[in-house]
Protein backbone atom coordinates (compact mmCIF):
# COMPACT_ATOMS: atom_id res chain seq x y z
CA UNK A 1 0.00 0.00 0.00
CA UNK A 2 0.68 3.59 -0.64
CA UNK A 3 2.11 5.86 2.23
CA UNK A 4 -0.31 8.96 3.07
CA UNK A 5 2.27 11.89 2.60
CA UNK A 6 4.22 10.02 0.61
CA UNK A 7 5.10 11.80 -3.27
CA UNK A 8 4.15 9.29 -6.52
CA UNK A 9 5.72 9.78 -9.48
CA UNK A 10 7.20 13.08 -8.66
CA UNK A 11 3.61 14.75 -7.85
CA UNK A 12 0.79 12.94 -6.99
CA UNK A 13 0.71 13.64 -3.07
CA UNK A 14 -1.10 10.46 -1.53
CA UNK A 15 -3.30 12.54 1.07
CA UNK A 16 -5.41 9.80 2.53
CA UNK A 17 -7.62 6.76 1.56
CA UNK A 18 -11.17 7.21 0.13
CA UNK A 19 -11.74 3.41 -0.94
CA UNK A 20 -10.81 -0.10 -0.15
CA UNK A 21 -11.85 -3.12 -2.10
CA UNK A 22 -10.34 -6.69 -2.40
CA UNK A 23 -8.01 -6.29 -4.87
CA UNK A 24 -7.92 -2.37 -5.26
CA UNK A 25 -7.04 0.28 -2.61
CA UNK A 26 -8.02 4.03 -4.11
CA UNK A 27 -6.32 7.06 -2.84
CA UNK A 28 -7.28 10.81 -2.69
CA UNK A 29 -3.95 12.91 -4.07
CA UNK A 30 -3.22 16.03 -4.99
CA UNK A 31 -0.77 17.12 -7.63
CA UNK A 32 0.59 20.62 -5.81
CA UNK A 33 2.25 22.29 -8.83
CA UNK A 34 -1.33 21.95 -10.90
CA UNK A 35 -3.72 22.81 -7.99
CA UNK A 36 -6.06 19.41 -8.62
CA UNK A 37 -7.12 16.57 -6.91
CA UNK A 38 -7.18 13.31 -7.74
CA UNK A 39 -8.17 9.79 -7.66
CA UNK A 40 -5.37 6.58 -7.71
CA UNK A 41 -6.26 3.43 -7.75
CA UNK A 42 -3.65 0.96 -6.55
CA UNK A 43 -4.33 -2.66 -7.98
CA UNK A 44 -2.62 -5.28 -6.35
CA UNK A 45 -0.74 -7.96 -8.90
CA UNK A 46 -0.52 -10.76 -6.84
CA UNK A 47 -4.56 -10.35 -5.46
CA UNK A 48 -5.42 -12.23 -8.74
CA UNK A 49 -3.48 -15.00 -11.28
CA UNK A 50 -2.01 -13.40 -14.57
CA UNK A 51 -3.01 -10.55 -13.96
CA UNK A 52 -1.40 -8.18 -17.02
CA UNK A 53 -2.17 -5.12 -19.05
CA UNK A 54 -0.12 -3.98 -21.53
CA UNK A 55 0.87 -0.92 -22.94
CA UNK A 56 -1.87 -1.00 -25.81
CA UNK A 57 -4.40 -1.72 -23.30
CA UNK A 58 -3.29 1.48 -20.85
CA UNK A 59 -2.99 3.34 -23.99
CA UNK A 60 -6.79 2.28 -24.83
CA UNK A 61 -7.86 3.38 -20.97
CA UNK A 62 -6.62 6.91 -21.68
CA UNK A 63 -7.92 7.47 -24.94
CA UNK A 64 -12.10 7.21 -23.30
CA UNK A 65 -13.48 10.12 -23.34
CA UNK A 66 -17.31 10.01 -22.22
CA UNK A 67 -18.99 12.59 -19.65
CA UNK A 68 -20.04 9.22 -17.77
CA UNK A 69 -16.34 8.06 -17.34
CA UNK A 70 -13.85 9.58 -15.52
CA UNK A 71 -10.92 10.77 -17.68
CA UNK A 72 -7.71 8.55 -17.03
CA UNK A 73 -4.58 10.54 -17.53
CA UNK A 74 -2.02 8.52 -16.11
CA UNK A 75 -1.40 4.71 -15.77
CA UNK A 76 2.38 4.14 -13.54
CA UNK A 77 3.70 0.70 -13.32
CA UNK A 78 4.89 -0.69 -9.95
CA UNK A 79 6.77 -3.62 -8.93
CA UNK A 80 3.97 -5.05 -7.18
CA UNK A 81 1.02 -3.06 -7.80
CA UNK A 82 -0.45 -1.03 -10.50
CA UNK A 83 -1.51 2.74 -10.06
CA UNK A 84 -4.49 4.40 -12.44
CA UNK A 85 -4.67 8.05 -11.61
CA UNK A 86 -7.88 9.59 -12.49
CA UNK A 87 -10.61 11.67 -12.09
CA UNK A 88 -11.61 12.67 -8.61
CA UNK A 89 -15.60 12.59 -8.86
CA UNK A 90 -16.99 14.20 -5.79
CA UNK A 91 -20.16 12.52 -4.62
CA UNK A 92 -21.11 9.07 -3.11
CA UNK A 93 -21.42 5.16 -4.49
CA UNK A 94 -24.52 3.91 -5.00
CA UNK A 95 -23.64 0.97 -2.44
CA UNK A 96 -23.53 3.77 0.61
CA UNK A 97 -26.53 5.18 -0.73
CA UNK A 98 -28.17 1.78 -0.90
CA UNK A 99 -27.05 0.92 2.80
CA UNK A 100 -27.78 3.55 4.48
CA UNK A 101 -31.44 4.25 2.73
CA UNK A 102 -32.19 1.09 1.16
CA UNK A 103 -34.10 0.09 -1.89
CA UNK A 104 -34.68 2.87 -4.27
CA UNK A 105 -37.31 4.28 -5.77
CA UNK A 106 -38.12 3.09 -9.44
CA UNK A 107 -38.11 5.27 -11.77
CA UNK A 108 -34.55 7.04 -9.99
CA UNK A 109 -33.31 3.28 -10.71
CA UNK A 110 -34.14 3.42 -14.45
CA UNK A 111 -32.79 7.03 -14.97
CA UNK A 112 -29.53 5.39 -13.79
CA UNK A 113 -29.53 2.47 -15.46
CA UNK A 114 -30.35 4.75 -19.20
CA UNK A 115 -27.43 6.68 -18.07
CA UNK A 116 -25.18 3.39 -17.43
CA UNK A 117 -26.51 1.72 -20.84
CA UNK A 118 -25.01 4.86 -22.85
CA UNK A 119 -21.73 4.14 -21.34
CA UNK A 120 -21.30 0.77 -21.87
CA UNK A 121 -22.94 1.41 -25.11
CA UNK A 122 -20.08 3.97 -25.79
CA UNK A 123 -17.36 1.41 -24.59
CA UNK A 124 -18.66 -2.02 -26.71
CA UNK A 125 -18.55 0.50 -29.66
CA UNK A 126 -14.42 0.96 -29.19
CA UNK A 127 -12.71 -1.00 -31.97
CA UNK A 128 -11.89 -3.15 -30.19
CA UNK A 129 -15.02 -3.32 -27.76
CA UNK A 130 -14.36 -2.68 -24.05
CA UNK A 131 -15.97 -5.23 -21.82
CA UNK A 132 -16.34 -3.53 -18.33
CA UNK A 133 -17.09 -6.57 -16.66
CA UNK A 134 -17.39 -5.24 -13.21
CA UNK A 135 -20.97 -3.41 -12.64
CA UNK A 136 -21.86 -2.91 -8.87
CA UNK A 137 -23.18 -0.62 -6.83
CA UNK A 138 -19.56 0.34 -5.38
CA UNK A 139 -18.05 1.44 -8.77
CA UNK A 140 -20.94 3.46 -9.78
CA UNK A 141 -20.81 7.16 -8.30
CA UNK A 142 -24.07 9.47 -7.79
CA UNK A 143 -22.87 13.43 -8.21
CA UNK A 144 -24.59 16.12 -6.51
CA UNK A 145 -26.07 17.21 -9.95
CA UNK A 146 -27.90 13.60 -9.66
CA UNK A 147 -26.01 11.78 -12.47
CA UNK A 148 -23.49 8.83 -12.24
CA UNK A 149 -20.19 7.87 -12.74
CA UNK A 150 -18.45 4.70 -13.80
CA UNK A 151 -15.36 4.42 -11.78
CA UNK A 152 -13.49 1.36 -11.85
CA UNK A 153 -11.86 -0.12 -14.91
CA UNK A 154 -9.86 -2.88 -12.52
CA UNK A 155 -11.47 -5.62 -15.06
CA UNK A 156 -12.26 -3.93 -17.81
CA UNK A 157 -11.06 -6.14 -21.01
CA UNK A 158 -11.00 -6.04 -24.70
CA UNK A 159 -12.99 -8.08 -26.51
CA UNK A 160 -10.74 -10.34 -28.87
CA UNK A 161 -13.05 -12.17 -31.34
CA UNK A 162 -10.35 -15.16 -31.67
CA UNK A 163 -10.54 -15.89 -27.90
CA UNK A 164 -12.62 -19.14 -26.92
CA UNK A 165 -13.05 -17.85 -22.94
CA UNK A 166 -11.38 -15.21 -21.33
CA UNK A 167 -7.49 -15.50 -19.84
CA UNK A 168 -8.14 -14.49 -16.54
CA UNK A 169 -11.69 -14.69 -14.27
CA UNK A 170 -12.84 -11.37 -13.38
CA UNK A 171 -15.70 -10.16 -11.84
CA UNK A 172 -17.88 -9.41 -8.37
CA UNK A 173 -19.47 -12.77 -7.37
CA UNK A 174 -22.68 -12.36 -7.06
CA UNK A 175 -22.88 -10.01 -10.05
CA UNK A 176 -20.54 -11.53 -12.72
CA UNK A 177 -22.48 -13.23 -15.04
CA UNK A 178 -21.63 -17.31 -15.58
CA UNK A 179 -18.92 -16.86 -18.42
CA UNK A 180 -16.92 -14.71 -16.15
CA UNK A 181 -16.33 -17.23 -13.44
CA UNK A 182 -17.55 -21.00 -15.22
CA UNK A 183 -14.91 -20.64 -18.14
CA UNK A 184 -16.81 -21.97 -20.74
CA UNK A 185 -16.53 -18.87 -22.74
CA UNK A 186 -15.14 -15.51 -23.43
CA UNK A 187 -17.20 -12.32 -21.89
CA UNK A 188 -18.34 -10.09 -24.22
CA UNK A 189 -21.42 -6.71 -24.26
CA UNK A 190 -23.79 -9.11 -23.00
CA UNK A 191 -21.61 -9.74 -20.08
CA UNK A 192 -22.22 -6.45 -19.32
CA UNK A 193 -25.91 -6.55 -19.64
CA UNK A 194 -26.52 -9.44 -17.23
CA UNK A 195 -24.71 -7.38 -14.94
CA UNK A 196 -26.13 -4.28 -14.85
CA UNK A 197 -29.33 -6.52 -14.61
CA UNK A 198 -28.01 -7.79 -11.30
CA UNK A 199 -27.46 -4.43 -10.02
CA UNK A 200 -30.34 -3.10 -10.52
CA UNK A 201 -32.35 -6.13 -9.18
CA UNK A 202 -30.34 -5.36 -5.91
CA UNK A 203 -31.25 -1.47 -6.28
CA UNK A 204 -34.97 -1.96 -6.40
CA UNK A 205 -35.50 -4.60 -3.59
CA UNK A 206 -32.18 -4.18 -1.30
CA UNK A 207 -31.78 -7.78 -1.68
CA UNK A 208 -28.59 -9.94 -1.77
CA UNK A 209 -27.82 -10.33 -5.49
CA UNK A 210 -27.31 -14.11 -5.11
CA UNK A 211 -30.80 -14.39 -4.48
CA UNK A 212 -32.16 -12.97 -7.45
CA UNK A 213 -35.85 -13.60 -8.32
CA UNK A 214 -38.94 -11.55 -10.11
CA UNK A 215 -38.88 -8.52 -7.92
CA UNK A 216 -42.41 -8.40 -8.14
CA UNK A 217 -42.31 -11.49 -5.70
CA UNK A 218 -40.30 -9.34 -3.58
CA UNK A 219 -41.99 -5.83 -4.19
CA UNK A 220 -46.10 -6.61 -5.79
CA UNK A 221 -45.69 -2.43 -6.96
CA UNK A 222 -43.06 -2.51 -8.86
CA UNK A 223 -43.52 -2.93 -12.38
CA UNK A 224 -43.99 -6.68 -14.16
CA UNK A 225 -42.58 -4.65 -17.33
CA UNK A 226 -39.29 -3.59 -15.25
CA UNK A 227 -39.55 -7.52 -14.44
CA UNK A 228 -39.65 -8.99 -17.84
CA UNK A 229 -36.45 -6.61 -18.33
CA UNK A 230 -34.21 -7.92 -15.81
CA UNK A 231 -35.52 -11.58 -16.27
CA UNK A 232 -33.93 -11.49 -19.83
CA UNK A 233 -31.04 -9.20 -18.71
CA UNK A 234 -30.02 -12.15 -16.07
CA UNK A 235 -31.13 -15.27 -18.23
CA UNK A 236 -27.98 -17.89 -18.11
CA UNK A 237 -27.54 -18.58 -21.57
CA UNK A 238 -26.04 -14.76 -23.56
CA UNK A 239 -28.20 -15.59 -26.57
CA UNK A 240 -31.66 -15.54 -24.44
CA UNK A 241 -30.26 -12.07 -23.27
CA UNK A 242 -30.45 -8.59 -24.73
CA UNK A 243 -27.51 -8.77 -27.45
CA UNK A 244 -26.58 -5.11 -27.17
CA UNK A 245 -27.19 -1.97 -24.72
CA UNK A 246 -29.24 0.01 -27.33
CA UNK A 247 -31.70 -2.98 -27.22
CA UNK A 248 -31.88 -2.94 -23.19
CA UNK A 249 -31.62 1.22 -23.43
CA UNK A 250 -35.23 1.10 -25.52
CA UNK A 251 -36.64 -2.10 -23.39
CA UNK A 252 -36.23 0.49 -20.36
CA UNK A 253 -37.32 3.62 -22.04
CA UNK A 254 -40.94 1.65 -22.98
CA UNK A 255 -40.90 -0.54 -20.12
CA UNK A 256 -44.30 0.60 -19.25
CA UNK A 257 -45.73 -1.12 -22.28
CA UNK A 258 -44.40 -3.76 -21.28
CA UNK A 259 -46.48 -4.26 -18.11
CA UNK A 260 -48.92 -6.59 -17.90
CA UNK A 261 -51.11 -4.10 -15.61
CA UNK A 262 -51.11 -1.94 -18.98
CA UNK A 263 -51.74 -4.98 -21.00
CA UNK A 264 -54.76 -5.94 -18.47
CA UNK A 265 -56.02 -2.49 -18.99
CA UNK A 266 -56.01 -1.99 -22.59
CA UNK A 267 -57.14 -5.89 -22.67
CA UNK A 268 -60.22 -4.51 -20.39
CA UNK A 269 -61.38 -1.29 -22.85
CA UNK A 270 -61.58 -3.50 -25.93
CA UNK A 271 -63.68 -6.08 -23.83
CA UNK A 272 -66.12 -3.15 -22.48
CA UNK A 273 -65.89 -1.52 -26.36
CA UNK A 274 -66.93 -4.89 -27.62
CA UNK A 275 -70.05 -5.13 -25.29
CA UNK A 276 -70.88 -1.86 -26.10
CA UNK A 277 -71.08 -2.30 -29.59
CA UNK A 278 -72.84 -5.84 -29.01
CA UNK A 279 -75.68 -3.94 -26.92
CA UNK A 280 -75.81 -0.99 -29.44
CA UNK A 281 -76.10 -3.57 -32.05
CA UNK A 282 -78.96 -5.97 -30.12
CA UNK A 283 -81.05 -2.68 -29.50
CA UNK A 284 -80.52 -1.09 -33.04
CA UNK A 285 -81.79 -1.94 -36.26
CA UNK A 286 -80.99 -5.69 -38.35
CA UNK A 287 -79.41 -3.50 -40.51
CA UNK A 288 -76.50 -2.49 -38.29
CA UNK A 289 -76.34 -5.79 -36.96
CA UNK A 290 -75.36 -7.45 -40.04
CA UNK A 291 -73.25 -4.66 -40.40
CA UNK A 292 -71.34 -5.28 -37.27
CA UNK A 293 -70.89 -8.84 -38.03
CA UNK A 294 -69.29 -8.08 -41.73
CA UNK A 295 -67.13 -6.10 -39.68
CA UNK A 296 -65.93 -9.18 -37.60
CA UNK A 297 -65.53 -11.28 -40.24
CA UNK A 298 -63.01 -8.22 -41.87
CA UNK A 299 -61.27 -8.05 -38.69
CA UNK A 300 -59.83 -11.65 -39.59
CA UNK A 301 -58.39 -11.16 -42.94
CA UNK A 302 -55.75 -9.48 -43.68
CA UNK A 303 -55.80 -7.82 -46.70
CA UNK A 304 -59.45 -6.37 -45.61
CA UNK A 305 -56.99 -4.65 -43.32
CA UNK A 306 -54.96 -3.08 -45.74
CA UNK A 307 -58.07 -2.74 -48.06
CA UNK A 308 -59.17 -0.33 -45.25
CA UNK A 309 -56.22 1.45 -44.34
CA UNK A 310 -55.95 2.53 -48.04
CA UNK A 311 -59.55 3.18 -48.11
CA UNK A 312 -59.35 5.26 -44.84
CA UNK A 313 -60.12 9.17 -44.68
CA UNK A 314 -59.10 10.04 -41.42
CA UNK A 315 -55.05 9.21 -40.77
CA UNK A 316 -55.53 7.38 -37.37
CA UNK A 317 -57.71 5.10 -38.69
CA UNK A 318 -55.68 3.95 -41.41
CA UNK A 319 -52.86 3.71 -39.07
CA UNK A 320 -54.86 1.45 -36.87
CA UNK A 321 -56.34 -0.86 -39.55
CA UNK A 322 -52.21 -1.31 -40.70
CA UNK A 323 -51.57 -2.41 -36.97
CA UNK A 324 -54.65 -4.75 -36.85
CA UNK A 325 -52.79 -6.02 -39.95
CA UNK A 326 -49.77 -6.65 -38.41
CA UNK A 327 -51.07 -8.36 -35.15
CA UNK A 328 -53.01 -10.62 -37.24
CA UNK A 329 -50.22 -11.81 -39.39
CA UNK A 330 -46.78 -9.92 -38.19
CA UNK A 331 -44.70 -12.20 -40.26
CA UNK A 332 -46.06 -10.54 -43.23
CA UNK A 333 -44.07 -7.47 -44.70
CA UNK A 334 -46.93 -5.63 -46.57
CA UNK A 335 -48.48 -3.43 -43.32
CA UNK A 336 -45.47 -2.33 -41.82
CA UNK A 337 -44.23 -1.26 -45.87
CA UNK A 338 -47.23 0.58 -46.32
CA UNK A 339 -47.44 1.87 -42.49
CA UNK A 340 -43.80 3.40 -43.11
CA UNK A 341 -44.58 4.72 -46.28
CA UNK A 342 -48.64 5.65 -46.44
CA UNK A 343 -49.17 6.11 -42.68
CA UNK A 344 -46.20 7.90 -42.00
CA UNK A 345 -44.42 9.78 -44.76
CA UNK A 346 -47.29 10.75 -47.03
CA UNK A 347 -45.90 14.12 -45.82
CA UNK A 348 -42.33 12.90 -46.51
CA UNK A 349 -41.55 13.63 -42.86
CA UNK A 350 -40.88 11.45 -40.21
CA UNK A 351 -41.97 12.84 -36.69
CA UNK A 352 -40.62 11.96 -33.39
CA UNK A 353 -44.34 10.88 -32.44
CA UNK A 354 -44.54 8.53 -35.42
CA UNK A 355 -41.46 7.42 -34.66
CA UNK A 356 -42.54 6.45 -31.16
CA UNK A 357 -45.79 4.67 -33.08
CA UNK A 358 -43.58 3.10 -35.21
CA UNK A 359 -41.83 1.59 -32.15
CA UNK A 360 -44.60 0.45 -29.91
CA UNK A 361 -45.76 -0.92 -32.79
CA UNK A 362 -42.60 -3.60 -33.45
CA UNK A 363 -42.07 -4.17 -29.59
CA UNK A 364 -45.57 -5.26 -29.42
CA UNK A 365 -46.28 -8.87 -27.84
CA UNK A 366 -49.81 -9.04 -29.31
CA UNK A 367 -51.45 -12.38 -27.67
CA UNK A 368 -47.43 -14.02 -28.42
CA UNK A 369 -44.40 -14.49 -26.58
CA UNK A 370 -42.54 -12.71 -28.82
CA UNK A 371 -42.30 -8.88 -30.29
CA UNK A 372 -43.97 -8.34 -33.60
CA UNK A 373 -40.47 -7.29 -34.76
CA UNK A 374 -38.59 -10.66 -33.89
CA UNK A 375 -41.62 -12.70 -35.73
CA UNK A 376 -41.27 -10.29 -38.77
CA UNK A 377 -37.44 -10.89 -38.46
CA UNK A 378 -37.78 -14.71 -39.23
CA UNK A 379 -39.13 -13.12 -42.48
CA UNK A 380 -35.64 -12.58 -43.93
CA UNK A 381 -36.52 -10.65 -47.34
CA UNK A 382 -39.24 -9.09 -45.72
CA UNK A 383 -37.49 -7.18 -43.23
CA UNK A 384 -34.53 -6.83 -45.08
CA UNK A 385 -36.74 -4.26 -47.40
CA UNK A 386 -38.58 -3.06 -44.28
CA UNK A 387 -34.82 -2.25 -42.51
CA UNK A 388 -33.47 -0.35 -45.76
CA UNK A 389 -36.83 1.87 -46.37
CA UNK A 390 -37.00 2.61 -42.32
CA UNK A 391 -33.06 3.23 -42.96
CA UNK A 392 -33.74 5.31 -45.57
CA UNK A 393 -36.88 7.13 -44.04
CA UNK A 394 -34.50 7.96 -40.47
CA UNK A 395 -31.60 9.50 -42.45
CA UNK A 396 -33.85 11.75 -45.31
CA UNK A 397 -36.74 12.51 -43.26
CA UNK A 398 -36.54 12.29 -39.71
CA UNK A 399 -37.38 15.61 -38.21
CA UNK A 400 -35.03 15.42 -34.89
CA UNK A 401 -31.32 15.57 -34.99
CA UNK A 402 -30.44 12.39 -34.12
CA UNK A 403 -31.33 11.25 -37.63
CA UNK A 404 -28.08 9.28 -38.51
CA UNK A 405 -28.04 7.54 -35.36
CA UNK A 406 -31.62 5.84 -35.56
CA UNK A 407 -30.65 5.17 -39.11
CA UNK A 408 -27.63 3.69 -38.59
CA UNK A 409 -28.51 0.29 -37.43
CA UNK A 410 -31.31 -0.43 -40.26
CA UNK A 411 -28.69 0.58 -43.01
CA UNK A 412 -26.68 -1.75 -41.17
CA UNK A 413 -29.09 -4.91 -41.29
CA UNK A 414 -29.84 -3.70 -45.09
CA UNK A 415 -26.30 -4.02 -46.16
CA UNK A 416 -25.53 -7.27 -44.36
CA UNK A 417 -28.81 -8.99 -46.19
CA UNK A 418 -28.51 -10.80 -49.54
CA UNK A 419 -31.85 -10.40 -50.17
CA UNK A 420 -32.05 -7.18 -51.78
CA UNK A 421 -31.37 -5.14 -55.08
CA UNK A 422 -27.45 -4.96 -55.98
CA UNK A 423 -28.01 -0.98 -55.61
CA UNK A 424 -29.85 -0.98 -52.53
CA UNK A 425 -27.29 -3.16 -50.80
CA UNK A 426 -24.79 -0.59 -51.76
CA UNK A 427 -26.55 2.37 -50.90
CA UNK A 428 -27.47 1.22 -47.62
CA UNK A 429 -23.54 -0.10 -46.77
CA UNK A 430 -22.46 3.45 -47.73
CA UNK A 431 -24.98 5.01 -45.62
CA UNK A 432 -24.01 3.31 -42.58
CA UNK A 433 -20.58 4.31 -43.14
CA UNK A 434 -21.53 7.51 -43.11
CA UNK A 435 -24.18 7.40 -40.22
CA UNK A 436 -20.95 6.08 -38.46
CA UNK A 437 -18.63 8.46 -39.51
CA UNK A 438 -20.62 11.04 -37.21
CA UNK A 439 -19.62 8.63 -34.08
CA UNK A 440 -16.23 7.79 -35.05
CA UNK A 441 -14.62 10.54 -37.18
CA UNK A 442 -11.56 11.87 -35.87
CA UNK A 443 -11.21 9.49 -32.99
CA UNK A 444 -8.11 7.14 -32.71
CA UNK A 445 -8.23 3.60 -32.18
CA UNK A 446 -6.09 2.00 -29.65
CA UNK A 447 -3.41 2.05 -31.56
CA UNK A 448 -3.57 5.91 -31.75
CA UNK A 449 -4.50 5.63 -35.21
CA UNK A 450 -7.59 7.64 -37.21
CA UNK A 451 -9.93 5.05 -37.25
CA UNK A 452 -11.66 7.13 -39.79
CA UNK A 453 -10.00 9.75 -42.12
CA UNK A 454 -11.62 13.44 -43.76
CA UNK A 455 -10.30 11.39 -46.84
CA UNK A 456 -12.55 8.34 -46.39
CA UNK A 457 -15.82 10.37 -45.54
CA UNK A 458 -15.04 12.56 -48.49
CA UNK A 459 -14.42 9.74 -51.13
CA UNK A 460 -18.03 8.00 -49.96
CA UNK A 461 -20.09 11.40 -49.64
CA UNK A 462 -18.89 12.00 -53.43
CA UNK A 463 -19.41 8.45 -54.07
CA UNK A 464 -22.96 8.52 -53.00
CA UNK A 465 -23.99 11.55 -54.76
CA UNK A 466 -22.82 10.42 -57.65
CA UNK A 467 -25.33 10.17 -60.93
CA UNK A 468 -28.69 11.35 -61.21
CA UNK A 469 -30.11 11.26 -57.79
CA UNK A 470 -33.65 12.37 -58.58
CA UNK A 471 -34.16 9.60 -61.52
CA UNK A 472 -32.34 6.52 -58.82
CA UNK A 473 -34.69 7.75 -55.87
CA UNK A 474 -36.11 10.88 -56.07
CA UNK A 475 -36.29 14.87 -55.67
CA UNK A 476 -36.06 14.77 -51.97
CA UNK A 477 -33.58 12.27 -51.81
CA UNK A 478 -31.45 14.16 -54.22
CA UNK A 479 -31.94 17.32 -52.51
CA UNK A 480 -30.76 15.96 -48.62
CA UNK A 481 -27.63 13.89 -50.29
CA UNK A 482 -26.37 16.71 -52.17
CA UNK A 483 -27.31 19.77 -49.37
CA UNK A 484 -25.37 16.84 -46.77
CA UNK A 485 -22.57 16.85 -49.19
CA UNK A 486 -22.20 20.56 -48.90
CA UNK A 487 -22.75 21.56 -45.61
CA UNK A 488 -20.13 19.33 -44.35
CA UNK A 489 -17.90 20.95 -46.94
CA UNK A 490 -18.92 24.32 -45.47
CA UNK A 491 -17.87 23.01 -41.94
CA UNK A 492 -14.48 20.79 -42.55
CA UNK A 493 -13.21 21.95 -45.52
CA UNK A 494 -9.91 22.45 -43.51
CA UNK A 495 -10.08 18.87 -42.46
CA UNK A 496 -10.60 17.75 -46.03
CA UNK A 497 -7.85 19.77 -47.22
CA UNK A 498 -5.41 18.37 -44.48
CA UNK A 499 -6.75 15.06 -45.22
CA UNK A 500 -5.61 15.53 -49.31
CA UNK A 501 -8.60 16.20 -50.62
CA UNK A 502 -7.27 18.48 -53.77
CA UNK A 503 -8.88 22.02 -54.44
CA UNK A 504 -9.89 20.89 -58.01
CA UNK A 505 -11.81 17.92 -56.46
CA UNK A 506 -13.53 20.16 -54.17
CA UNK A 507 -14.74 22.70 -56.65
CA UNK A 508 -15.46 19.98 -59.34
CA UNK A 509 -17.94 18.13 -56.63
CA UNK A 510 -19.68 21.82 -56.20
CA UNK A 511 -19.61 22.43 -59.57
CA UNK A 512 -21.49 18.93 -60.26
CA UNK A 513 -24.28 19.43 -57.92
CA UNK A 514 -25.15 22.68 -59.30
CA UNK A 515 -25.04 20.92 -63.21
CA UNK A 516 -27.48 18.67 -61.68
CA UNK A 517 -29.67 21.28 -59.88
CA UNK A 518 -29.99 22.85 -63.40
CA UNK A 519 -30.85 20.07 -65.44
CA UNK A 520 -32.07 16.86 -63.31
CA UNK A 521 -35.57 19.06 -61.32
CA UNK A 522 -36.42 20.34 -65.06
CA UNK A 523 -39.46 17.25 -65.04
CA UNK A 524 -41.49 19.07 -61.41
CA UNK A 525 -44.83 20.57 -62.16
CA UNK A 526 -45.61 23.81 -60.75
CA UNK A 527 -46.74 22.21 -57.20
CA UNK A 528 -43.76 20.14 -56.71
CA UNK A 529 -41.84 22.68 -57.37
CA UNK A 530 -43.53 25.41 -55.12
CA UNK A 531 -42.79 22.38 -52.60
CA UNK A 532 -39.05 21.70 -52.90
CA UNK A 533 -38.49 25.90 -53.67
CA UNK A 534 -37.11 27.08 -50.08
CA UNK A 535 -34.93 23.69 -50.18
CA UNK A 536 -33.63 24.57 -53.39
CA UNK A 537 -32.69 28.25 -52.89
CA UNK A 538 -31.16 27.21 -49.51
CA UNK A 539 -28.84 24.79 -51.61
CA UNK A 540 -27.90 27.21 -54.05
CA UNK A 541 -27.20 29.48 -51.45
CA UNK A 542 -24.74 26.87 -49.47
CA UNK A 543 -23.27 26.28 -53.09
CA UNK A 544 -21.63 29.72 -53.31
CA UNK A 545 -20.40 29.80 -49.14
CA UNK A 546 -18.75 26.63 -49.91
CA UNK A 547 -16.89 27.86 -52.73
CA UNK A 548 -15.56 30.75 -51.25
CA UNK A 549 -14.39 28.77 -48.26
CA UNK A 550 -12.55 26.36 -50.19
CA UNK A 551 -10.99 29.04 -52.22
CA UNK A 552 -10.13 31.20 -49.26
CA UNK A 553 -9.02 28.02 -47.48
CA UNK A 554 -6.29 27.60 -50.50
CA UNK A 555 -5.51 30.94 -50.58
CA UNK A 556 -4.87 31.20 -47.42
CA UNK A 557 -2.13 28.61 -47.74
CA UNK A 558 -0.55 30.02 -50.68
CA UNK A 559 -0.23 33.36 -48.34
CA UNK A 560 1.65 31.44 -45.75
CA UNK A 561 3.75 29.64 -48.23
Same mark, same amino acid.
Given at each position: ????????????????????????????????????????????????????????????????????????????????????????????????????????????????????????????? $? /???? #????????? %? @? !????????????????????????????????????????????????????????????????????????????????????????????????????????????????????????? $? /???? #????????? %? @? !?????????????????????????????????????????????????????????????????????????????????????????????????????????????????????????? /????????????????????????????????????????????????????????????????????????????????????????????????????????????????????????????????????????? /????????????????????????
Amino acid at each position: MLNIGSIIDGKYKILNIIGKGGMSVVYLAMNEKANKQWAIKEIFRDEYQGFRLDKKEIEMMKRLKHPRLPSIIDVIERENSLLIVMDYIEGRSLQDILSEYGARPQEQVIEWARQLCGVLAYLHS $R /KPAI #IYRDMKPAN %V @M !LKPDGNVMLIDFGAAREYKPHNVKDTVSLGTRGYAAPEQYEKREQSDVRTDIYCLGVMLFQLLTGENPHNLRPICEINPSLSSGLETILIKCTQVEKENRYQSCEELMYALEHYQEMDFAY $R /KTQK #IKVYWFAVL %V @M !LTGLLGFGAFFFKAMETDIRKNNYEAFLLAAQNSTIKEEEIENYQKAIRLDPFREEAYLSLLENGFLDDQILTSEESQRLRSILIDYGDRNMTNERIFQENREGYARFAYQAGIAYYYKFEE /KSNKKNAKGYFEIAAASDCLETSQTERARRLYTISDYYARIGMEDAAGDQSVTYLDYWKDMTALSEGNLVETDNERTAIVMYAELTGQLILHTAEFKNAGVKKEEMLACLKTIEQHLASDFTGLDESGRKWLEEDLQ /KLSGNLEKAERMVRSAYEQRTQEE
